[in-house]
C-alpha cells in the first residue's frame, strides 16, 4: 500500500471503490494522463506551427539588398596653393574747385592797317576815349567758388545762381555752415544724459542708440528715428528724451539761407 503512486489506475480504483464510477470525477482522473499529454503535444504543435509560419512568410518576402562596390581610386590628387592677388584700392583723384575768370575782349587798336601818310584818319581816338569801361559785381554774400560776372560791353561768365533747396533734406556735407546746439554739442548731450531713464537691468556695459532727426530751417527737431536700436527699451527712451527738448538749433546754412538738415547722433548709456 506504501508504494501505490498516485498516477496509476490502481490508485483511483481504490479510492473511488464501491462509489459511483460514472461520475465525471472518475473519468478526469482516470484520463488526467493522456489530457495533459495531449495538451503538451498540442502546445508544442501550436509554437512550432507560428515559429515555420514566420520563416516562411519571411524568406518570401526578404528583399533584395544589391552588392555596393566601391571603385578603387587610383589617381592622384595633387594640392596647389592658390595665391589670391592682392586688391589694389582704387585712389580718388583730387577735386579742385575751378573758378571760371572774367575775360574782357578788347577792341581798340586791333590789326591796325598801315597806309599812306595823307591817306590816314586824322581823328582816330585814342586808347583812353575809345576804352570801354568795365565793372566787376561782386556779391559779398556769395559762397567761396562762385565765377564772377561783369557788366558793360565786355564778355564775361555769370554767377551761378544759388540752388532753391525748399523743403528738401539736405546732407550735411554740401553745407557752408554745420547745425549748431546752444552752448555746443556738451549742452546737448548733458541734456539727454540728465533726463534719459535708465532701465532696470543686471548689466554693467554701455549701450549706445543711433538716432537721426531732421533739424528744420527754424532749429526745431522732426522726424525723430532710431537707427540701431540694442533693447531693453532704450530707442523708445531715446526719442521720448529728443521729443520733450524744446531747446531749438542754430539750422544749417547754405549761401546764408537756412535748410532742413539730416543728422545722426549716437547716445551712450553707461548701465551700473
Same mark, same amino acid.
Given at each position: %500500500?506504501?508504494?501505490?503512486? &498516485?498516477? $496509476?489506475?490502481?490508485? &483511483?480504483?481504490?479510492?473511488?471503490? =464501491? ?5 465525471? @470525477? ?6 488526467? /494522463? ?7 503535444? %498540442?502546445?508544442?504543435?501550436?509554437? @512550432?506551427?507560428?515559429? !515555420? +509560419? ?12 544589391? #552588392? ?13 596653393? /592658390? ?5 589694389? $584700392? ?11 575768370? *572774367? ?16 591817306? @590816314?584818319?586824322?581823328? +582816330? !581816338? ?12 561782386? #556779391? ?6 562762385? =565765377? ?10 555769370? +554767377?551761378?545762381?544759388?540752388? #532753391? ?57 522732426? #522726424?525723430?528715428?532710431? +537707427? ?9 527712451? @531715446? ?13 544749417? %546754412?547754405? *549761401? ?11 547716445? *551712450?548709456?553707461?548701465?551700473?
Amino acid at each position: %500500500m506504501s508504494r501505490l503512486s &498516485i498516477y $496509476e489506475t490502481r490508485w &483511483i480504483d481504490l479510492v473511488f471503490e =464501491n462509489r459511483n464510477q460514472k461520475y465525471g @470525477a472518475y473519468q478526469l482522473r482516470r484520463d488526467s /494522463v493522456k489530457t495533459s499529454l495531449t495538451a503538451l503535444f %498540442m502546445g508544442l504543435l501550436f509554437v @512550432a506551427s507560428i515559429g !515555420a +509560419i514566420t520563416t516562411i512568410v519571411s524568406h518570401f518576402n526578404r528583399s533584395v539588398v544589391p #552588392d555596393i562596390t566601391i571603385p578603387e581610386w587610383s589617381e592622384t590628387i595633387q594640392l596647389t596653393d /592658390v595665391v589670391l592677388p592682392e586688391i589694389e $584700392e582704387p585712389v580718388l583723384p583730387e577735386v579742385k574747385s575751378q573758378v571760371s575768370e *572774367a575775360t574782357i575782349v578788347k577792341d581798340q587798336l586791333i590789326n591796325p592797317v598801315i597806309v599812306k601818310p595823307q591817306e @590816314a584818319n586824322q581823328n +582816330i !581816338a585814342t586808347n583812353i576815349e575809345n576804352k570801354n569801361a568795365t565793372d566787376v559785381i561782386s #556779391d559779398g554774400t556769395g559762397t567761396p567758388g562762385l =565765377n564772377p560776372t561783369t557788366t558793360g560791353n565786355g564778355t564775361g561768365t555769370d +554767377i551761378p545762381k544759388a540752388v #532753391d533747396y525748399g523743403n528738401t533734406v539736405v546732407n550735411a556735407t554740401v553745407l557752408d555752415k554745420m547745425p549748431e546746439f546752444p552752448g555746443g554739442i556738451n549742452k546737448f548731450y548733458s541734456y539727454v544724459g540728465n533726463n534719459f531713464e535708465k532701465p532696470d537691468i543686471e548689466a554693467t556695459e554701455t549701450f549706445r542708440v543711433y538716432v537721426s532727426f531732421v533739424i528744420e530751417k527754424d532749429g526745431s527737431m522732426t #522726424d525723430i528715428k532710431v +537707427i540701431r536700436d540694442p533693447g531693453f527699451g532704450l530707442g523708445k527712451e @531715446a526719442i521720448r528724451v529728443l521729443k520733450s527738448l524744446k531747446t531749438k538749433w542754430s539750422p544749417g %546754412m547754405i *549761401a546764408s539761407k537756412p535748410v532742413r538738415t539730416a543728422y545722426n547722433l549716437p547716445i *551712450a548709456v553707461q548701465m551700473q
